[in-house]
């Protein structure tokens, strides 16, 4: 990481493992499977638009889990 937790804790950020209480969780690279939490809204790179058969899992994850995926492969400028 180019940050430390101290250097984000000093900016303002809470520094926590119990997401529980976020609506939106924002990272960079996927999550490991299994631990994304039910109902909740995500950022991150998920490399499932491909529909490359190792991300198959996460894609399947994220629809059982009813989450919100904002994935940034996605996101284009102009729409």
């Given at each position: 990481?180019?940050?430390?937790d101290?250097?984000?804790?000093?900016?303002?950020?809470?520094?926590?493992?119990?997401?529980?209480?976020?609506?939106?969780?924002?990272?960079?690279?996927?999550?490991?499977?299994?631990?994304?939490?039910?109902?909740?809204?995500?950022?991150?790179?998920?490399?499932?638009?491909k529909a490359?058969?190792?991300?198959?899992?996460?894609?399947?994850?994220?629809?059982?889990?009813?989450?919100?995926?904002?994935?940034?492969?996605?996101?284009?400028?102009?729409?």
């Amino acid at each position: 990481r180019v940050f430390t937790d101290r250097e984000f804790a000093a900016a303002g950020a809470t520094i926590t493992r119990d997401l529980s209480g976020a609506n939106t969780i924002m990272g960079v690279k996927q999550p490991l499977n299994g631990s994304l939490l039910p109902g909740k809204n995500y950022l991150f790179f998920s490399h499932v638009i491909k529909a490359q058969p190792e991300n198959m899992p996460l894609l399947d994850e994220v629809l059982e889990k009813k989450v919100r995926l904002i994935d940034y492969e996605c996101i284009r400028e102009g729409g």
